[in-house]
């Protein structure tokens, strides 16, 4: 048995859900500033992903905030010092950010960066380490400037990984020395189920997604990750590269083997794929048939194999909220989740999104992924997103936010004893931001309150919810265990 260890305890937020400023100090317009609130339905969190030329040009033509609520996220461009100092209080040992690309390089292409993006994060990157606070960083969190999806075709395109490799040296030249972890993309797998958000491809109307440009988006962008890497380990020796996909956890919904071989390949496809790619260094032979049957053909280019293989990154990451069901029944019930959606678990409670609450999932996740990979690993997005009331007094009382927590934290403390090198617990959205799923400011995961609407609308104040002085004394209380 492995014998209990301390861990990093620690918060996140996402540049383009958090940030605000889109139109400030020469900031370009992103994919994320096109994707506008739509009134919540049971499935909204798949509805609002699924983005044609049309809505961007309507997006395009807004001037203001309006229904767009990542424009103003958090407004975190305006009360960056407070957070920093409310994140210092609640005690946590790492922050995990990422940086606009389009705010250091506002169309992707420029030869050379913002200078006034350039201050807003040399700023960020002192500050949060002058505060004590190790640094995870996300190079790019689901923001592509749209820019170079309207002229390059996003990612279908190998110049990307040009202009990433730009945008790469950029960021470690300037604070490579802050920067303890990082991971290159966030949830890359999302390229193959939310190709806008992963990859920034747009869906034509009334049309399928070209499979063939989703996986050849990717393909680049793994090549994006193990340049990045390769230029991290020249101009930042110590920081230590990841690897991010979403996970679902599937179960099979019966015990034929049809459900189980579903489940196999569900797992395969969705979750594996990435990881074997960024974390093994090679493509895995499973996906031969996929390819295969689905028409799929990918260019590579000489010396890509061998570039996955030698900058294959160090830890593995991923962001857990839900487990999913898989079946080759086609009449069930159905609920979202994570940018999917998912046949109803009967054994599972779920929250007003319909995500499926599901603690012992997160032990197998991490469970599977140590078995796959032998990697230490960052569980770098977890949390519950639910709608929470501001109080007369300024209190919010989210004790069900508590009892999430509570829940997994006991599922993290039996996977360690289960033998998973377990580096970290990063909380996302530790302090409120929009909601990438379903585009709303309502659904709020954090810990600190941020008095904002749908529409951009408030005081967009601070306040600390109950879940603020708990997770407090708990990252207290762990520590304190192993100074014993």
Same mark, same amino acid.
């Given at each position: 048995?492995?014998?209990?260890?301390?861990?990093?305890?620690?918060?996140?937020?996402?540049?383009?859900?958090?940030?605000?400023?889109? &139109? +400030?100090?020469?900031?370009?317009?992103?994919?994320?500033?096109?994707?506008?609130? #739509?009134?919540?339905?049971? $499935?909204?969190?798949?509805?609002?992903? #699924?983005?044609?030329?049309?809505?961007? $040009?309507?997006?395009?033509? *807004?001037?203001?905030?309006?229904?767009?609520?990542?424009?103003?996220?958090?407004?975190?461009?305006?009360?960056?010092?407070? @957070?920093?100092?409310? #994140?210092?209080?609640?005690?946590?040992?790492?922050?995990?950010?990422?940086?606009?690309?389009?705010?250091?390089?506002?169309?992707?292409?420029?030869?050379?960066?913002?200078?006034?993006?350039?201050?807003?994060?040399?700023?960020?990157?002192?500050?949060?380490?002058?505060?004590?606070?190790?640094?995870?960083?996300?190079?790019?969190?689901?923001?592509?400037?749209?820019?170079?999806?309207?002229?390059?075709?996003?990612?279908?395109?190998?110049?990307?990984?040009?202009?990433?490799?730009?945008?790469?040296?950029?960021?470690?030249?300037?604070?490579?020395?802050?920067? &303890?972890?990082? !991971?290159?993309?966030?949830?890359?797998?999302?390229?193959?189920?939310?190709?806008?958000?992963?990859?920034?491809?747009?869906?034509?109307?009334?049309?399928?997604?070209?499979?063939? +440009?989703?996986?050849?988006?990717?393909?680049?962008?793994?090549?994006?990750?193990?340049?990045?890497?390769?230029?991290? /380990?020249?101009?930042?020796?110590?920081?230590?590269?990841?690897?991010?996909?979403?996970?679902?956890?599937?179960?099979?919904?019966?015990?034929?083997?049809?459900?189980?071989?579903?489940?196999?390949?569900?797992?395969?496809?969705?979750?594996?794929?990435?990881?074997?790619?960024?974390? %093994?260094?090679?493509?895995?032979?499973?996906? &031969?048939?996929?390819? /295969?049957?689905?028409?799929?053909?990918?260019?590579?280019?000489?010396?890509?194999?061998?570039?996955?293989?030698?900058?294959?990154?160090?830890?593995?990451?991923?962001?857990?909220?839900?487990?999913?069901?898989?079946?080759?029944?086609?009449?069930?019930?159905?609920?979202?989740?994570?940018?999917?959606?998912?046949?109803?678990?009967?054994? !599972?409670?779920?929250?007003?999104?319909?995500?499926?609450? @599901?603690?012992?999932?997160?032990?197998?996740?991490? %469970?599977?992924?140590?078995? /796959?990979?032998?990697?230490?690993?960052?569980?770098?997005?977890?949390?519950?997103?639910?709608?929470?009331?501001?109080?007369? &007094?300024?209190?919010?009382?989210?004790?069900?936010?508590?009892?999430?927590?509570?829940?997994?934290?006991?599922?993290?403390?039996?996977?360690?004893?289960?033998?998973?090198?377990?580096?970290?617990?990063?909380?996302?959205?530790?302090?409120?931001?929009?909601?990438?799923?379903? *585009?709303?400011?309502?659904?709020?995961?954090?810990?600190?309150?941020?008095?904002?609407?749908? +529409?951009?609308?408030?005081?967009?104040?601070?306040?600390?919810?109950?879940?603020?002085?708990?997770?407090?004394?708990?990252?207290?209380?762990?520590?304190?265990?192993?100074?014993?």
């Amino acid at each position: 048995m492995q014998k209990k260890k301390d861990i990093l305890w620690g918060g996140a937020t996402a540049s383009s859900q958090y940030e605000g400023g889109y &139109d +400030l100090d020469g900031k370009g317009l992103d994919t994320q500033d096109c994707r506008p609130y #739509l009134k919540r339905t049971s $499935d909204a969190t798949t509805a609002t992903r #699924l983005l044609t030329q049309d809505v961007i $040009d309507e997006a395009k033509k *807004c001037q203001g905030i309006g229904n767009y609520p990542f424009r103003k996220g958090s407004d975190g461009y305006h009360h960056i010092d407070e @957070d920093i100092a409310l #994140l210092k209080e609640l005690g946590i040992d790492i922050y995990r950010f990422s940086i606009s690309w389009a705010r250091l390089y506002p169309q992707g292409d420029e030869l050379e960066p913002n200078k006034k993006g350039i201050a807003f994060y040399d700023h960020i990157f002192k500050e949060v380490h002058k505060a004590g606070m190790k640094i995870f960083l996300t190079m790019n969190h689901y923001a592509v400037p749209l820019y170079l999806v309207e002229n390059y075709g996003g990612w279908t395109n190998r110049k990307l990984v040009t202009f990433y490799e730009r945008f790469a040296r950029t960021v470690f030249e300037h604070w490579g020395q802050y920067i &303890d972890y990082f !991971l290159p993309f966030n949830e890359i797998n999302a390229g193959y189920f939310s190709p806008y958000n992963g990859v920034g491809l747009v869906k034509e109307k009334d049309k399928s997604y070209n499979q063939s +440009l989703v996986f050849q988006s990717l393909h680049h962008q793994f090549i994006a990750s193990a340049q990045t890497i390769k230029i991290a /380990r020249e101009l930042s020796p110590k920081s230590q590269s990841g690897c991010m996909v979403a996970c679902f956890c599937y179960y099979p919904l019966t015990s034929s083997p049809e459900d189980n071989l579903k489940a196999v390949r569900d797992e395969e496809i969705h979750q594996w794929f990435a990881v074997d790619i960024l974390a %093994n260094g090679h493509y895995p032979s499973y996906m &031969d048939r996929f390819f /295969r049957e689905n028409d799929i053909h990918l260019k590579m280019e000489e010396g890509d194999e061998a570039l996955l293989k030698e900058y294959a990154c160090d830890f593995v990451s991923f962001s857990y909220y839900s487990s999913s069901i898989a079946t080759v029944q086609e009449d069930g019930q159905q609920t979202a989740g994570n940018l999917v959606v998912s046949t109803k678990n009967p054994y !599972l409670k779920a929250s007003e999104w319909g995500w499926q609450i @599901d603690p012992i999932g997160l032990r197998i996740m991490l %469970n599977k992924m140590y078995d /796959r990979t032998q990697k230490p690993i960052f569980i770098s997005e977890n949390g519950l997103g639910a709608r929470d009331q501001l109080n007369s &007094d300024f209190s919010i009382h989210d004790p069900y936010r508590i009892d999430y927590l509570k829940q997994h934290f006991k599922q993290i403390e039996e996977a360690i004893d289960d033998g998973v090198d377990v580096i970290g617990y990063i909380m996302w959205g530790v302090i409120d931001i929009v909601s990438a799923g379903s *585009c709303e400011m309502a659904k709020r995961y954090g810990v600190i309150y941020v008095d904002g609407d749908n +529409l951009g609308n408030g005081t967009y104040k601070r306040y600390k919810k109950d879940s603020f002085k708990w997770y407090h004394n708990y990252i207290q209380a762990q520590h304190q265990q192993f100074k014993k």
